[in-house]
């Protein structure tokens, strides 16, 4: 799937996540702090293992950011996000990559 001129894959689960990202390399990965099966600080952590230099993007409805920002994501939104908004930050987050 493209939007915003991006490809983009997307999953419903941690374990989904998990499995993605220990066979594929992103250039930038947004994360729900909301996935129904469990520890998104975990993803976070493989994402991390696997490529260090990833930009991650965390998407959270709580004030889970500090532990999310101090396991080292690149930025958070808080929800409901702003589209613009998450465009800039991804924006910045792929002229990382």
């Known amino acids: 799937m493209e939007y915003h ?5 997307s999953v419903s689960t941690c374990a989904q ?4 990202a220990k066979v594929e390399r992103f250039n930038a990965v947004i994360l729900d702090l ?7 600080i975990a993803v976070l952590r493989v ?3 696997r490529v260090p230099a990833t930009p991650i993007l965390i998407l959270t409805g709580s004030d889970q950011k500090a532990t999310a ?3 080292g994501a690149f930025a958070f939104l808080l929800k409901p996000w702003d589209r613009a908004e998450l465009l800039d930050i991804l924006s910045r987050a792929m002229a990382m990559a």
């Not at 996540?17 to 993605?20: C, D, G, L, R, S």
Request: hydrophobic share 25%; glycine share 10%; aromatic share 4%.
């Open 5 to 9: 001129g991006y490809r983009v894959d």
């Open 34 to 40: 909301n996935l129904p099966d469990g520890d998104e």
């Open 47 to 49: 994402l991390q293992e």
């Open 69 to 71: 920002l101090h396991n």
């Open 17 to 20: 996540a998990i499995q993605k």
